[in-house]
């Protein structure tokens, strides 16, 4: 297990709202001695005091759970250092040290090029990791080209293009409820099951984040990555075992197996909007073109929809629809399976009989069940719903993130291959969104509708 970490980027928000909270859970749960190491950098000129107060500061926000003195353990323990992550120089100081080390890029992705090749003249010691948060890449060319610069600095396996949403308990458990139980795996393709939604829609605006959302979208920031990730585990065939290699290869089939999108389906089987002024709850929202940071220019979707085919045995005929908003007037964060109809009712029933829905819910971490039963009327149809709430998880999905990279466990990372087949399934969208073949529609902020612009 490697016992030094570099941050680079680390007075950003995901190191504030994220990584440090995870370190303190990981410290929490006995998983961090106290030889570890962690290392800090940012172009901030900042003295280590102040970092430490700024980090202490933020785990009391973001890890209120975890036991003071830990919180100051972790904060207290690390080392701060001015540095430029483009800067072979800069990174080598940082990296220096009795053994190997992962360092971590929470970094705008328009920098990772410069900072990979950096790293490459860092002399990185053996056995050290690379961490990248997504999006990896900004299109199928630049995934690429990263893939090929990562190959010269480390070897694959000790890439680690880091999604989250892989380590949330009820995602895995989409995979975990189809294997285990008998009754579902039989039932699990087209001829019964006639629409996936894998859905992600928040009340939540920029909240600060405008530097960084306002190049990416909705489309980037969430569909490319983690709602297709999701569907890689829904659609996969069941593997082998569980290990890297297995489950991994399963994943890029499902993406291979996307059927392309013409720019007749993109406009037909896609939308795209960005929210308009309005109110959630009790605030008034600002239109997002009016939002501190935003260039109204770029035209950046906040509501993105994607529906898809897959051209395989187990899953032709069935529509999958990826979809993520934010500003809107509920949170929705959910894989919703639609079964098909059954073929006949007895003459007689009173009622309609819904098709079953299995829903698992990605945040609060729920499993649901809709059913038809006989209601309190004879012969009258009426809905049942079966329900379970998911144990809390003894870490978080980031904790259980750093924790599968300091150990050297890459099954729930994303490997070179399949990060740019997934820029691959989204390059037509993006391609026909950028000439405007989908207009941009506007909702209002606090919209209920399922499509933004319904």
Not at 91 to 116: D, H, M, R
Not at 149 to 165: C, I, S, T
Not at 273 to 294: F, K, Q
Not at 378 to 402: F, I, K, N, V
Request: aromatic residues 6%.
């Amino acid at each position: 297990m490697i016992d030094r970490l570099v941050i680079l980027g680390a007075t950003g928000d995901l190191n504030a709202r994220y990584l440090l909270p995870a370190l303190a859970a990981l410290r929490a749960g006995g998983h961090l001695g106290d030889g570890f190491e962690l290392t800090c950098a940012d172009r901030q000129g900042w003295s280590e005091e102040e970092f430490r107060g700024w980090a202490c500061a933020q785990l009391d926000r973001h890890a209120p759970q975890e036991p003071g003195e830990i919180r100051q353990a972790i904060a207290g323990s690390a080392r701060y250092r001015q540095a430029d992550a483009t800067s072979a120089a800069g990174i080598a100081s940082l990296v220096a040290g009795e053994g190997p080390v992962a360092v971590y890029l929470a970094l705008p992705p328009a920098v990772f090029p410069g900072t990979i090749t950096a790293l490459a003249g860092a002399n990185l010691p053996p056995g050290s990791r690379i961490v990248l948060e997504k999006p990896f890449g900004e299109d199928l060319d630049s995934a690429v080209e990263l893939n090929r610069l990562l190959a010269g600095v480390v070897p694959e396996q000790a890439v680690f293009r880091v999604d989250h949403f892989l380590a949330m308990t009820t995602v895995q458990n989409v995979l975990g409820s189809r294997l285990a139980n008998r009754v579902l795996e039989p039932l699990w393709n087209s001829a019964h099951i006639a629409e996936v939604e894998i859905v992600w829609n928040e009340t939540l605006t920029l909240e600060g984040r405008a530097g960084y959302y306002d190049g990416a979208g909705a489309l980037k920031d969430m569909v490319q990555n983690h709602l297709l990730q999701v569907l890689c585990l829904v659609a996969m065939e069941p593997p082998l075992s569980l290990g890297e290699r297995d489950l991994r290869d399963r994943k890029i089939d499902v993406l291979r197996s996307v059927r392309p999108l013409t720019d007749d389906d993109v406009v037909r089987r896609t939308r795209r909007a960005r929210y308009l002024a309005g109110r959630i709850g009790e605030r008034d929202v600002p239109a997002y073109a009016e939002e501190d940071g935003v260039d109204p220019r770029r035209r950046t979707e906040t509501y993105a929809e994607v529906e898809l085919e897959l051209e395989s045995w187990r899953w032709s005929g069935t529509t999958f629809r990826l979809s993520s908003g934010k500003a809107l007037g509920d949170d929705r964060k959910e894989v919703a399976v639609r079964f098909r109809p059954v073929p006949h009712l007895p003459f007689g029933h009173t009622g309609r009989a819904e098709p079953n829905v299995l829903r698992f819910g990605l945040e609060p971490e729920t499993m649901t069940l809709g059913l038809t039963g006989i209601g309190s009327g004879t012969r009258t149809l009426a809905p049942l719903t079966l329900s379970a709430r998911m144990a809390e998880s003894g870490l978080p999905a980031y904790g259980r993130l750093l924790l599968d990279i300091l150990e050297g466990n890459a099954a729930l990372s994303i490997r070179g291959d399949e990060a740019e087949e997934a820029w691959r399934v989204l390059e037509p969208v993006m391609s026909a969104w950028s000439r405007d073949l989908v207009p941009l529609e506007g909702y209002p902020a606090g919209s209920h509708a399922r499509g933004a612009g319904a």
